[in-house]
């Protein structure tokens, strides 16, 4: 066999792998996309607010998540966007798995949910005391001084309403000088003593 000969057969060689190789690369494309398709009316009782459907859709999105397939169909984006729906509902369980995402993810800085609905629906959870909501919180402020300041403003909301948990968070700001508060013995300890006496046990600790 010529050289000529010998170099025509390992192109068409070459050739025959990458077409196989893109064709079952296609067909594992094709199955994900099928699963998709699957969950679709659970995504949509998502958006309308069903809080079962979005941890439904984050967990099945959050399992397909690893590697190369799962980094292309962006699954880990489409799973903290259902934890934060479900978050946002008042699930510590959809809190605490958007948080953990956000922070192993390698999507997480190319999100299609903004930071702030992020952190408005852990804020949420927080003051209506969810549980585990306001530790979701915490792990949250290391995104920038902005969430302390948007932080503080919710739970001043809160304590206008007479939220005790918000009446507590809004004491420790004030004792740790965040979001732009002031450490004021005034400020704090009227802000303790209701949340002490909504049922906040750190709040009558605080004011001791």
Known sequence: MSATSRAEWKIYWLLFFV????????????AFSGVDLRQRSEK????????????????????????????????ADTAIRAYTRACA???????????????????AANLSVPMTEIVDAALGSCIEQVPGACDQLGE???YGKWVEVRSAQAFERGWDAGKPEACYRLA?????ELGGLDKTLETILPLCEKGCAGGIAQACTLAD
Do not use: K
């Open 140 to 142: 949250l402020l290391s």
């Open 172 to 176: 420790v700001f004030h004792a740790n």
């Open 19 to 30: 077409t196989v190789g893109l064709f079952l690369f296609g067909l594992v494309v094709f």
């Open 44 to 75: 949509a009782a998502c958006e309308r607010g069903d809080v079962a459907a979005c941890l439904q859709v984050g967990h099945s999105y959050e399992d397909r998540a690893p590697g190369l397939i799962g980094f292309l169909m962006s699954n």
């Open 89 to 107: 509902g008042r699930s510590g369980e959809g809190c605490e798995h958007m948080v953990s995402l956000l922070e192993h993810s390698e999507q």
